[in-house]
């Protein structure tokens, strides 16, 4: 076996929540492909996950929108909410086969770092990961969908060049790769994010893509 060289860096450790369990098992497959990737615990139900995630407390968990267990059970949104009090230091990114408005910013509010599809290509998952992990937001292509329309209150309207900058933050592209995009500075980039926060009356990046999917900056497609 070769050692890992000094100061190698740990894997992210992830946890899996899905009620299939072919599901788990390919989605396990995939992430344990990445050397910088690790599963560490699969769950099937939301109870479950919300407990193992507590007790565990791994960097990131997936979890499924809505489990199908024949006895109820809370679904991902509820598990989200859950986790937010009971381990907040864990970044949960969305998994699911729906790509509705509503549901990307319900798992939003409740605090999700992601929202990808199931039938999306593996780099979208991975980039997920691995953006939430690193505190960045993920969500995939198909859901950020087209940028159109403007915020509902005329004076707290979004400059073009924002507008810009909320798509390309959807994607969960960090200040730096935005200003690379737009050929601007970090400095302005920053100060863009500044005005964004102020006119959608939000403080972080989560709240600034769920509020501007709710006032139609942002259309679903």
Same mark, same amino acid.
């Given at each position: 076996m070769i050692a890992d060289p000094p100061g190698a860096a740990e894997p992210l450790r992830v946890l899996i929540a899905d009620d299939h369990a072919v599901v788990r098992a390919g989605l396990r497959a995939l992430l344990e492909g990445e050397p910088d990737l690790a599963v560490i615990a699969e769950a099937g139900s939301g109870e479950e996950a919300v407990a193992l995630v507590a007790r565990l407390l791994p960097d990131v968990a997936l979890? %499924?929108?809505? @489990?199908?267990?024949?006895?109820? $059970?809370? %679904? $991902?949104?509820?598990?989200?909410?859950? &986790? +937010? +009090? *009971?381990?907040?230091?864990?970044?949960?990114?969305m998994l699911t086969s729906y790509a509705g408005r509503a549901d990307v910013v319900r798992a939003l509010e409740v605090g999700a770092r992601g929202y990808v599809l199931k039938?999306?290509?593996?780099? *979208?998952? @991975? =980039?997920?990961? =691995?953006? +939430?992990?690193?505190?960045?937001?993920?969500? +995939?292509?198909?859901?950020?969908?087209? &940028?159109? $329309?403007? !915020? #509902? %209150?005329?004076?707290?309207? &979004?400059?073009? =060049?924002e507008i810009e900058v909320v798509r390309l933050m959807a994607q969960g592209l960090s200040n730096r790769a935005i200003a690379g995009a737009l050929f601007l500075s970090e400095a302005t980039v920053k100060t863009h #994010?500044? =005005?964004?926060?102020?006119? &959608?009356? !939000? %403080?972080n990046r989560a709240a600034a893509v769920s509020a501007a999917v709710r006032r139609g900056v942002l259309e679903l497609t």
């Open positions: 979890m %499924d929108l809505r @489990f199908g267990s024949p006895g109820g $059970g809370i %679904d $991902g949104i509820e598990a989200i909410r859950r &986790l +937010a +009090a *009971e381990a907040p230091g864990v970044a949960v990114v039938a999306g290509p593996p780099e *979208e998952l @991975f =980039r997920a990961v =691995r953006g +939430a992990a690193a505190g960045a937001l993920g969500l +995939a292509p198909e859901i950020v969908g087209e &940028l159109v $329309g403007q !915020v #509902l %209150d005329p004076e707290h309207e &979004l400059s073009g =060049r #994010l500044v =005005r964004v926060y102020r006119k &959608l009356r !939000v %403080d």
